[in-house]
């Protein structure tokens, strides 16, 4: 069990200093190379992105309320969805749990003082805020209405001035976050391999190190394939050099290639994460050794080599020899094991254990849940036969949100109120964390389920007009939408609030036995005093609660 000197570092008015006082001002913020500021600057930056996709899906799903012209007109609609799906993978989603509680608490697990390249951590921070900028300036140009892939010809045909600006300054904005995606990963490959403490070796890395490690393999070996295939884009629009527009004598399945053995492994960026936090919410609030260690770790490892080796089960419909589909259907069921090795071991380590149902608790089991039913669900679209009925049907759509949402937004807010007490120093309210959870699950299941009946139906996806057989489905994931965003917005309060009227958190609140619970909460500047020793950071036997402290403290 790790043990480490938290004597607490005192300014000369003798008040507490920790990363968040040590000095104020807003150049101290912009030009930190403190991790657990950068992490701090991310979260704020992808909760913006989060809340502003979240605004085109509200938009998107009032328009759907009925057949026809609601409250936009179709061009705008093609827009809202062009914008809400990128502004939600690129700026949020993928950044979102690596970048932000990554660089926080990557570092604190590992016991060391920051991440081992501190200002090509700040540079990858710039680099999103000049992707996210290249967004913003489409947002303002409109005409961008090719979809959040990009697929060409709809990228690539020039229609008028306005649309090509914005086409540009979209797949910029890619080209550039994709320099931030790739400065983080290397970023955290190497702080994992040169900066673990003595004694922490592969099999003493707390889980969610892992899905990191094997997250940042991706970011760094997949990443420059979207950012020279955006790039290839901007120069035949600009140029008029046949590459994939048939125009010019291009291939634009050749873009469906080069995009998804990308966008496939980001998949697995945006979920690998996700597995991680998890791991930690479960075994915590479990109160009891993670279930299968060694192999959960493994299997993290298997999902970010597999993800390499399945893109063309997005392309069944394209025209792809039929021996390239039957192999790439079977590598797309082969995946499936690795992510059910996950789901038995967390359902082994909460059998018979005394479980604290907390917030984030109540996530996790959100997470199991709908990830299962995206899990499910794949296999009917890895399946030839079934995916050419429901390629580019609302069964996409609806199996794609219960992967990349469902999943990654539930981890997202369950390590976020996990660890919210460690990054800002305060408790919150435990009952409007827990109605988040139910409003977030209910909503998102009242958006997305009906989507997979539209879907077996025929109903297309990205249609601004449907026939009315399909409009109760439509009226019942509008309110899903409307639910679902209440959720959101009651979480983000909970913690906002808890900023102001919080108590002050203690060093070790839900009884964790990893190296981030040994440090004061929120952490000093150099996060610990002394070199950390390290133990086994599943191991809860000896900890115990103290009710003076109002949280848990290590027994001799």
């Known amino acids: 069990m790790a043990t480490v000197d938290t004597t607490t570092t005192y300014s000369p008015d003798s008040k507490p200093v920790n990363y968040l006082t040590q000095s104020h001002g807003f150049l101290s913020w912009a030009m930190t190379l403190d991790h657990k500021r950068i992490g701090v600057m991310y979260l704020v930056a992808t909760s913006v992105a989060f809340l502003l996709g979240g605004t085109f899906a509200i938009l998107l799903r009032t328009e759907l309320w009925a057949p026809g012209h609601t409250i936009v007109s179709h061009d705008t609609y093609n827009q809202l969805f062009t914008l809400h799906g990128a502004v939600m993978v690129f700026l949020f989603i993928i950044p979102g749990i690596p970048a932000a509680l990554g660089n926080f608490m990557l570092p604190i697990m590992l016991g060391a003082k920051d991440v081992a390249f501190p200002r090509l951590n700040l540079a990858s921070f710039y680099f999103w805020c000049v992707g996210a ?12 209405d090719t979809g959040w892939t990009f697929y060409t010809p709809y990228s690539t045909t020039e229609y008028n001035t306005s649309k090509d600006e914005a086409i540009i300054a979209a797949t910029m904005g890619v080209f550039v976050l994709g320099f931030s995606s790739i400065f983080t990963g290397l ?9 673990r403490p003595p004694g922490m070796g592969w099999f003493h890395m ?6 990191t490690y094997s997250t940042a393999l991706i970011q760094v070996l997949a990443t420059p394939v979207l950012a020279i295939t955006v790039l290839l884009i901007i120069v035949e629009r600009l140029m008029g050099i046949g590459i994939f527009n048939p125009v010019y004598g291009g291939d634009p399945v050749l873009y469906q290639h080069f995009f998804w053995f990308y966008s496939h492994p980001a998949v697995y960026i945006m979920i690998l994460p996700a597995f991680g936090v998890i791991s930690e919410l479960i075994s915590v609030n479990c109160h009891r050794h993670i279930f299968g260690y060694r192999f959960i770790a493994y299997s993290s490892v298997a999902i970010a080599l597999l993800g390499f080796l399945v893109w063309g089960h997005h392309m069944f419909t394209s025209g792809q020899s039929k021996i390239a589909s039957v192999v790439f259907s079977a590598i797309t069921f082969s995946i499936a094991i690795p992510s059910a090795v996950k789901i038995f071991n967390w359902l082994a380590t909460m059998y018979k254990a005394s479980i604290s149902f907390n917030a984030p608790f109540l996530y996790a089991l959100s997470f199991m849940f709908l990830f299962t039913i995206g899990g499910l669900t794949g296999l009917f679209l890895s399946t030839l036969n079934t995916d050419v009925h429901l390629h580019d049907t609302y069964f996409v759509v609806a199996h794609f949100h219960y992967v990349m949402v469902g999943g990654s937004l539930t981890a997202f807010f369950g390590g976020l109120f996990h660890w919210w007490p460690k990054i800002s120093g305060k408790m919150y309210s435990e009952f409007p964390a827990k109605v988040s959870a139910f409003l977030v699950f209910i909503g998102f299941n009242l958006t997305f389920f009906p989507q997979f009946v539209m879907g077996t139906r025929g109903m297309p996806r990205r249609y601004y007009n449907y026939l009315p057989e399909f409009q109760s489905f439509h009226q019942w994931s509008t309110i899903g939408a409307y639910v679902l965003g209440l959720g959101a917005i009651v979480a983000f309060a909970t913690l906002v609030h808890s900023m102001f009227r919080g108590k002050k958190a203690p060093t070790n609140p839900w009884g964790g036995a990893s190296l981030e619970w040994q440090c004061p909460s929120p952490p000093p500047l150099e996060n610990f005093h002394e070199a950390p020793t390290v133990g086994d950071c599943y191991d809860y036997d000896r900890l115990r609660y103290d009710e003076k402290t109002e949280g848990y403290v290590m027994t001799k």
Request: charged share 0%; aromatic share 18%; hydrophobic share 70%.
């Open 133 to 144: 900028l290249f967004f913003l300036s489409a947002l303002l140009l409109t005409g961008l």
């Open 187 to 195: 970023n955290f490959l190497v702080t994992i391999h040169t900066m």
């Open 206 to 211: 707390p889980l969610f190190l892992w899905a």
